[in-house]
């Protein structure tokens, strides 16, 4: 009976060690810092009523760790879907009141246009994606969002207002083959990491 035992045991052990993936299958998480990958077209701060500010990201595919690693984001997704490859981040659009406290403004996807890339207007923050670009060897976005009233605005993270998260966080990958945490700023935004600029009437 013992050995009869023994044996059941040494092969479930074995068929569960053979036949089970592991559970930590997943790749490493690769951190980067890479200051102004957001920019707004031509560093514009005044815009008309109804006129659009552009929002562009370049990502090159080529980046350097926080540990000092050359990488390719690339090598992060399969060669054989890289036309399908994305990093995304989020990016909010905030509107200062007459008491000078801050609005989020909710976007209508009608306001907003892809030229590349990918935006998804969900409740008060876009998700972009940027998607890689064979030619360019970047991750790329580029939309514009339609200005709809005068004010003064702010372009910036969605938790903007929380004085310790300044940046934009781009992340992307691919399970088994890992994810990069891209921290990034927009392009001449301030202290708080906010691009601001005026629309007027």
Same mark, same amino acid.
């Given at each position: 009976?013992?050995?009869?035992?023994?044996?059941f045991?040494? %092969?479930?052990?074995?068929?569960?060690?053979?036949?089970?993936?592991?559970?930590?299958? *997943?790749?490493?998480?690769?951190?980067?810092?890479?200051?102004?990958?957001?920019?707004?077209?031509?560093?514009?701060?005044?815009?008309?009523?109804?006129?659009?500010?552009?929002?562009?990201?370049?990502?090159?595919?080529?980046?350097?760790?926080?540990?000092?690693?050359?990488?390719?984001?690339?090598?992060?997704?399969?060669?054989?879907? !890289?036309?399908?490859?994305?990093? /995304? *981040?989020?990016?909010?659009?905030?509107k200062?009141? #007459?008491?000078?406290?801050l609005?989020?403004?909710?976007?209508?996807?009608?306001?907003?246009?892809?030229?590349?890339?990918?935006?998804?207007?969900?409740? /008060?923050?876009?998700?972009?994606?940027? *998607?890689?670009?064979?030619? %360019?060897?970047?991750?790329?976005?580029?939309?514009?969002?339609?200005?709809?009233?005068? #004010? %003064?605005?702010?372009?910036?993270?969605?938790?903007?207002?929380?004085?310790?998260?300044?940046?934009?966080?781009i992340?992307?990958?691919?399970?088994?083959?890992?994810?990069?945490? !891209?921290?990034?700023?927009?392009?001449?935004?301030?202290?708080?990491?906010?691009?601001? *600029? /005026?629309?007027?009437?």
């Amino acid at each position: 009976m013992k050995l009869s035992s023994l044996l059941f045991m040494v %092969t479930i052990s074995l068929c569960a060690s053979l036949c089970c993936p592991e559970e930590n299958d *997943f790749g490493p998480t690769i951190f980067i810092e890479n200051e102004n990958l957001i920019q707004v077209e031509n560093s514009e701060t005044t815009f008309n009523l109804n006129e659009s500010i552009v929002i562009e990201t370049t990502i090159n595919n080529s980046q350097t760790t926080t540990s000092g690693e050359t990488i390719l984001l690339t090598d992060l997704f399969y060669n054989d879907s !890289l036309e399908d490859a994305f990093l /995304q *981040f989020d990016v909010s659009l905030f509107k200062e009141t #007459g008491f000078g406290t801050l609005s989020p403004i909710s976007l209508t996807q009608d306001a907003v246009t892809n030229d590349f890339g990918q935006v998804e207007v969900n409740s /008060q923050f876009n998700l972009v994606r940027a *998607f890689y670009d064979e030619t %360019t060897h970047s991750f790329r976005s580029r939309f514009s969002i339609n200005l709809r009233e005068s #004010g %003064t605005f702010f372009l910036a993270n969605s938790r903007f207002g929380f004085n310790d998260f300044t940046q934009v966080i781009i992340s992307g990958g691919v399970y088994e083959l890992g994810f990069v945490e !891209l921290r990034t700023s927009i392009e001449n935004a301030n202290a708080e990491g906010a691009y601001e *600029f /005026q629309v007027i009437e």
